[in-house]
């Protein structure tokens, strides 16, 4: 009978063992509806096995059943809560289940501004410079605030001054990104002391939902948080990471995306206008900001499709940003392209399709091109969302990718040129002093 019961056991796991690894092999292959039926056998088989319930998540996950991958690694967490990216994934499949359910079809977007408003000063893509490859070499001096010298009253003056953080700050986190012998992969490491320059900036948001922000993997992402709220520097990024300020009694939520696993996706719009919609909830002010868009000076124009990057689906930014609008956004600022594009005004709402690089020490290219020419974007939005007023202040960015006042102004000329090509109905006026109209 001792024999019986022994081959019973052995014929159970072979049988629960070929289940798994056909369903990881139709998996493989695209098949996933037939992949879930064998890992569902398989973990109904052997509830305890962890990697069953792992597969399982994946094939619920690409048939975009969310809750159920949720479910299927929420066992794996009991069964094996070390698990790499165990609890990254249920972060997202947690998210984009309650983000499936909101109701985005009945956002209010007034038109006529009401209420005391505030002003706010935004900048693009700012990478403060990377100890990986150069060493010290890749640093600016101190805590890096000389980063910021020329250009810091700007964003002392307003009521929130925000950026998008290229890169990841810690002091000693290995990259997890590219390989020994790559020449065209780039990783950031800022260290964490580097904080006290955006301090000294007067920064207060920042968005990490970009490209880079997984440079050392997840740990590296939870050292940037962490190095930031030390700092108390608000900030978006992961799923789930929504910025949330006040300023003279004003809530002011920022919403960011990119189009990577890390963050909410620009290219599930759906999915961004449940988190504004979310978020539109309780705070008086939504700002989305997205890194999207192809990269470089032949990316300069808003083609009004889905763009591609370095083999990468970056979203269609303008279908983008305008449901983003649609859904309670009262100001878009994009960033990406490491290029400026151009600005329109859609239901009041200004969007900004992408304010170039800012800060990029010894690592972006500025010369040639369109990559040193930048901005920094000061608006007033009325107290419902309503666009006021806007002004753009014009700045280069030096050899060591610094930025400093431009008194020559070309990014007036470079706005102006996009905007008449791009959206000749909706694009905005530069003046002679920068001062927007529409």
Same mark, same amino acid.
């Given at each position: 009978?001792?024999?019986?019961?022994?081959?019973?056991?052995?014929?159970?796991?072979?049988?629960?063992?070929?289940?798994?690894?056909?369903?990881?092999?139709?998996?493989?292959?695209?098949?996933?509806?037939?992949?879930?039926?064998?890992?569902?056998?398989?973990?109904?088989?052997?509830?305890?096995?962890?990697?069953?319930?792992?597969?399982?998540?994946?094939?619920?996950?690409?048939?975009?059943?969310?809750?159920?991958?949720?479910?299927?690694?929420?066992?794996?967490?009991?069964?094996?809560?070390?698990?790499?990216?165990?609890?990254?994934?249920?972060?997202?499949?947690? !998210?984009?289940?309650?983000?499936?359910?909101?109701?985005?079809?009945?956002?209010?977007?007034?038109?006529?501004?009401?209420?005391?408003?505030? !002003?706010?000063?935004?900048?693009?893509?700012?990478?403060?410079?990377?100890?990986?490859?150069?060493?010290?070499?890749?640093?600016?001096? *101190?805590?890096?605030? &000389?980063?910021?010298?020329?250009?810091?009253?700007?964003?002392?003056?307003?009521?929130?001054?925000?950026?998008?953080?290229?890169?990841?700050?810690?002091?000693?986190? +290995?990259?997890?990104?590219? *390989?020994?012998?790559?020449?065209?992969?780039?990783?950031?490491?800022?260290?964490?002391?580097?904080?006290?320059?955006?301090?000294?900036?007067?920064?207060?948001?920042?968005?990490?939902?970009?490209?880079?922000?997984?440079?050392?993997?997840?740990?590296?992402?939870?050292? !940037? $948080?962490?190095?930031?709220?030390?700092?108390?520097?608000?900030?978006?990024?992961?799923?789930?990471?929504?910025?949330?300020?006040?300023?003279?009694?004003?809530?002011?939520?920022? &919403?960011?995306?990119?189009?990577?696993?890390?963050?909410?996706?620009?290219?599930?719009?759906?999915?961004?206008?449940?988190?504004?919609?979310?978020?539109?909830?309780?705070?008086?002010?939504?700002?989305? !900001?997205?890194?999207?868009?192809?990269?470089?000076?032949?990316?300069?124009?808003?083609?009004?499709?889905?763009?591609?990057?370095?083999?990468?689906?970056?979203?269609?930014?303008?279908?983008?940003?305008?449901?983003?609008?649609?859904?309670?956004?009262?100001?878009?600022?994009?960033?990406?392209?490491?290029?400026?594009?151009?600005?329109?005004?859609?239901?009041?709402? $200004?969007?900004?399709?992408?304010? *170039?690089?800012?800060?990029?020490?010894?690592?972006?290219?500025?010369?040639?091109?369109?990559?040193?020419?930048?901005?920094? /974007?000061?608006?007033?939005?009325?107290?419902?969302?309503? /666009?006021?007023?806007?002004?753009?202040? +014009?700045?280069?960015?030096?050899?060591?990718?610094?930025?400093?006042?431009?008194?020559?102004?070309?990014?007036?000329?470079?706005?102006?040129?996009?905007?008449?090509?791009?959206?000749?109905?909706?694009?905005?006026?530069?003046?002679?002093?920068?001062?927007?109209?529409?």
């Amino acid at each position: 009978m001792r024999g019986m019961i022994t081959i019973g056991l052995l014929l159970s796991g072979a049988a629960q063992a070929g289940a798994l690894e056909d369903g990881i092999a139709a998996l493989q292959a695209g098949a996933h509806a037939e992949a879930r039926t064998l890992l569902r056998a398989a973990a109904a088989e052997d509830p305890t096995s962890a990697d069953a319930w792992w597969e399982l998540g994946w094939a619920e996950w690409v048939l975009s059943d969310y809750a159920a991958a949720g479910a299927a690694w929420e066992n794996v967490k009991a069964l094996d809560p070390e698990r790499a990216e165990l609890e990254h994934w249920l972060r997202v499949a947690t !998210t984009r289940q309650l983000l499936g359910a909101v109701d985005t079809s009945g956002a209010a977007v007034p038109v006529e501004p009401v209420g005391k408003g505030l !002003t706010l000063a935004a900048a693009g893509d700012t990478m403060m410079g990377s100890d990986l490859r150069k060493g010290s070499a890749g640093l600016a001096p *101190g805590n890096g605030e &000389v980063l910021f010298a020329d250009v810091a009253d700007i964003f002392a003056a307003a009521d929130v001054a925000f950026l998008n953080l290229e890169g990841t700050l810690s002091d000693d986190l +290995p990259q997890t990104k590219c *390989g020994p012998a790559s020449s065209s992969c780039y990783s950031f490491r800022t260290p964490v002391r580097y904080t006290a320059a955006l301090q000294s900036a007067s920064i207060d948001v920042v968005s990490n939902a970009n490209n880079h922000a997984m440079d050392l993997g997840e740990a590296g992402m939870d050292a !940037t $948080l962490a190095a930031l709220d030390a700092a108390g520097i608000a900030h978006t990024a992961r799923y789930g990471d929504i910025a949330m300020l006040e300023r003279d009694g004003l809530k002011i939520a920022v &919403v960011g995306a990119h189009s990577g696993s890390c963050c909410l996706n620009v290219n599930r719009i759906e999915e961004v206008q449940g988190a504004i919609v979310q978020a539109d909830a309780t705070a008086d002010l939504v700002i989305f !900001t997205f890194h999207g868009g192809a990269e470089g000076s032949g990316a300069r124009h808003v083609p009004g499709r889905t763009e591609i990057a370095w083999g990468e689906r970056r979203g269609d930014v303008e279908a983008l940003s305008r449901a983003a609008v649609d859904a309670g956004a009262d100001l878009v600022i994009g960033h990406g392209p490491h290029v400026l594009r151009a600005m329109e005004v859609y239901r009041g709402r $200004l969007i900004a399709y992408s304010l *170039g690089n800012f800060v990029g020490f010894r690592q972006f290219g500025t010369r040639g091109g369109h990559g040193g020419t930048s901005l920094i /974007l000061e608006t007033e939005l009325a107290g419902n969302g309503v /666009l006021i007023a806007a002004r753009l202040h +014009p700045v280069m960015l030096d050899g060591e990718g610094k930025p400093r006042r431009d008194p020559e102004g070309a990014a007036f000329a470079s706005i102006q040129e996009l905007s008449d090509a791009d959206y000749p109905d909706s694009g905005v006026t530069v003046g002679l002093d920068g001062t927007l109209s529409w």
